[in-house]
């Protein structure tokens, strides 16, 4: 899919007042998931952040053993990544911040939509694995995180 087949999905969710809409190509091997929320404000419902996998270990560093235990949590789609709601405010989280089940870890906006990314469980931050304002793929690893 092309920046344009998005638009015309995009406007297809704004034509009928859709919050989500999932898009699978088989053929092509290919699927797309788009969220919305108010015009003005972020989304409440936000896409869950994804920890790593069993089968995809997080490796140690060798200067630090505690975060042998780490995980990531990453970019549930393509966007923007944002650490603060708006510029020039505070960051939603700082490496070491303990945050709890539910608390917003960052904003991905994603075609014009802001997205809240919210702690799946309590946790430490280790590590912020992404810069203010940078472009993120689906998958890329924002945080590296230790369950509390």
Do not use: W
Request: glycine share 4%; hydrophobic share 40%; with cysteine.
């Amino acid at each position: 899919m092309d920046l344009d087949d998005l638009r015309e999905l995009a406007d297809f969710m704004a034509e009928y007042d859709l919050t989500e809409l999932a898009v699978k190509d088989t053929e092509h091997g290919r699927s797309v998931r788009m969220r919305r929320g108010p015009e003005q404000a972020p989304s409440p419902s936000p896409p869950a952040p994804t920890p790593v996998a069993p089968d995809d270990p997080v490796p140690p560093d060798p200067a630090d053993d505690d975060d042998a235990e780490a995980e990531l949590i990453r970019a549930p789609m393509v966007g923007t990544f944002y650490r603060a709601p708006r510029p020039g405010d505070d960051s939603f989280v700082e490496a070491g911040s303990a945050v709890s089940e539910g608390d917003v870890l960052c904003v991905v906006e994603a075609m014009k939509l802001m997205n809240l990314i919210e702690a799946e469980y309590a946790c430490e931050i280790v590590e912020i694995l992404v810069d203010n304002a940078a472009a993120v793929e689906y998958g890329e690893p924002l945080f590296r995180i230790r369950r509390r």
